[in-house]
């Protein structure tokens, strides 16, 4: 038996309206959650789990819904290769509730424009929520969604992070274009030539 503690306010999103949340948690993996509305301890009963490792995954899921992602994004880590980062804000600015709203506006930005340019370049979900930025995403964004946000913490300037994730994507695809050549069964000359001049393209913008 597992035990995570949420947020009171957030009771509400674990369990679900009438709850259909706890009951499709049930349902996907055999975890049972008994949730005490009181002290918002969620318990994790894993007696009829279908295998021993999906209740590290169930925890994720509480965590995430309990950090504010919706139950479709929450539930991309019941997927393998799906993680969750819980990053705090007290670890870059100290305990000073004003400190702690000026970073919260910095990672949001007018108008939602960072928390959206950040989610774009990468594929990864962000929640800001208390003092806490948290973020889902898989294998290949994860980490640079997790850098570009520890960035913005530490102080970078919104045009440095917003260059760091352009150059990510560019590598990310010329990486995708090696993949394609590579896996190709003696492609003809034009074939090839058409991917090189695809990166030469690329190589030119830098």
């Given at each position: 038996?597992?035990?995570?503690r949420?947020?009171?306010?957030?009771?509400?999103?674990?369990?679900?309206?009438d709850?259909?949340?706890?009951?499709?948690?049930?349902?996907?993996?055999?975890?049972?959650?008994?949730?005490d509305?009181e002290?918002?301890?969620?318990?994790?009963?894993?007696?009829?789990?279908?295998?021993?490792?999906?209740?590290?995954?169930?925890?994720?899921?509480?965590?995430?819904?309990?950090?504010?992602?919706?139950?479709?994004?929450?539930?991309?880590?019941?997927?393998?290769?799906?993680?969750?980062e819980?990053?705090?804000?007290?670890?870059?600015?100290?305990?000073?509730?004003?400190h702690?709203r000026?970073?919260?506006a910095?990672?949001?930005?007018?108008?939602?424009?960072t928390?959206?340019?950040?989610?774009?370049?990468?594929g990864?979900?962000?929640?800001?929520?208390?003092?806490?930025?948290?973020?889902?995403g898989?294998?290949?964004?994860?980490?640079?969604?997790?850098?570009?946000?520890?960035?913005?913490?530490?102080?970078?300037?919104h045009a440095?992070?917003?260059?760091?994730?352009?150059?990510?994507?560019?590598?990310?695809?010329?990486?995708?274009?090696?993949?394609?050549?590579?896996?190709?069964?003696?492609?003809?000359?034009?074939?090839?030539?058409?991917?090189?001049?695809?990166?030469?393209?690329?190589?030119?913008?830098?």
């Open positions: 038996m597992k035990e995570v949420v947020p009171q306010d957030r009771v509400g999103a674990i369990i679900g309206k709850g259909e949340i706890k009951r499709a948690i049930r349902e996907r993996t055999g975890v049972v959650l008994s949730v509305s002290t918002g301890e969620v318990f994790l009963d894993n007696s009829k789990a279908k295998d021993s490792l999906v209740v590290m995954k169930v925890e994720e899921v509480v965590k995430a819904l309990a950090r504010g992602f919706s139950p479709e994004n929450a539930f991309k880590l019941l997927e393998d290769d799906f993680y969750l819980i990053m705090d804000i007290h670890d870059y600015v100290g305990k000073d509730q004003s702690i000026r970073m919260k910095r990672i949001i930005g007018k108008n939602g424009k928390r959206r340019i950040i989610e774009t370049m990468t990864a979900y962000l929640c800001i929520y208390g003092g806490t930025v948290a973020i889902i898989d294998v290949n964004s994860f980490e640079v969604a997790k850098r570009a946000v520890d960035m913005v913490l530490s102080g970078s300037e440095t992070v917003y260059k760091f994730l352009e150059r990510k994507r560019r590598e990310s695809k010329l990486a995708t274009l090696d993949s394609i050549v590579n896996i190709q069964k003696e492609p003809g000359m034009d074939e090839l030539d058409e991917f090189k001049d695809l990166k030469d393209e690329d190589d030119s913008e830098e």
